[in-house]
């Protein structure tokens, strides 16, 4: 079965600054989805950036870009100029090709907190 | 379009009672997933439709909790004789099933208390 683990329970940035989240992922297939998910604090979560394990190039999105190494199976999201509105709970997810499903497998979570 | 509703937003119940959720996807998804997020936790795949037929189901999906979608719209998340360890936050998502990328759009979730 897929796992995606994420090691940072909590993370503190200082608004302006960058920030790196990490998250690992175990799997045997070669075609999947990564994914971060932002929950802000009693809102609805929302794709702030995807991946697709067949592209080497990292995918960015603004402010949002990631660090995808598929042999070491580590997608890391960095958030550069963060913003006070950044703060939220992030969650890194998975999902197996069409083929296999359509489920999406989250990490626990990382919560990160923005400083002024 | 509003994206996905869901109601009621906070469900406060007694052991042993019956609750029914409700999910309106995005009119033009076809597929419909519910998740369920505790406290501190990744939310966790409960099942999904493509339109109205349930084609996955979790484990963690007791006999206790039955889905539906009828006519492949809105979707209805029924659990019987509730226990403490329901309490949780319901989510519901959508997607396109032509959308390779499969992008699934959330709704707020319906955060259930059983006491």
């Known amino acids: 079965a897929q796992t995606v683990t994420q090691s940072q329970p909590e993370m503190s940035v200082q608004e302006a600054e960058t920030v790196t989240l990490s998250c690992t992922y175990d799997?045997?297939?070669?075609?999947?989805?990564l994914f971060w998910y932002k929950q802000p604090p009693s809102r609805q979560m929302i794709l702030v950036i995807r991946?697709?394990?067949?592209?080497?190039q990292n995918a960015t999105e603004n402010r949002f870009s990631v660090n995808f190494q598929k042999a070491a199976k580590s997608f890391s999201l960095k958030i550069s100029d963060s913003q006070l509105g950044d703060a939220a709970m992030y969650f890194c997810a998975y999902r197996a090709s069409m083929e296999y499903g359509n489920k999406l497998v989250f990490g626990a979570g990382t919560i990160l907190r923005v400083k002024s | 379009d509003t994206g996905v509703s869901q109601d009621p937003r906070h469900k406060i119940t007694k052991r042993g009672q019956n609750v029914t959720f409700r999910c309106d996807p995005i009119?033009?998804?076809?597929?419909l997933y519910w998740y369920r997020q505790t406290l501190g936790q990744g939310p966790e795949f409960l099942t999904y439709f493509q339109n109205e037929a349930q084609l996955e189901k979790s484990r963690l999906l007791s006999d206790r909790f039955s889905a539906e979608r009828p006519k492949g719209s809105f979707s209805t998340l029924e659990i019987q004789r509730t226990e403490q360890g329901d309490s949780a936050m319901y989510l519901c998502?959508?997607?396109?099933?032509?959308?390779?990328?499969?992008?699934?759009?959330f709704g707020p979730g319906t955060r259930l208390t059983v006491l």
């Open positions: 799997t045997s297939e070669s075609d999947y989805y």
């Open positions: 009119s033009e998804h076809n597929r």
């Open positions: 991946q697709e394990a067949y592209k080497q």
């Open positions: 998502a959508s997607s396109f099933s032509w959308d390779r990328g499969n992008e699934q759009f």
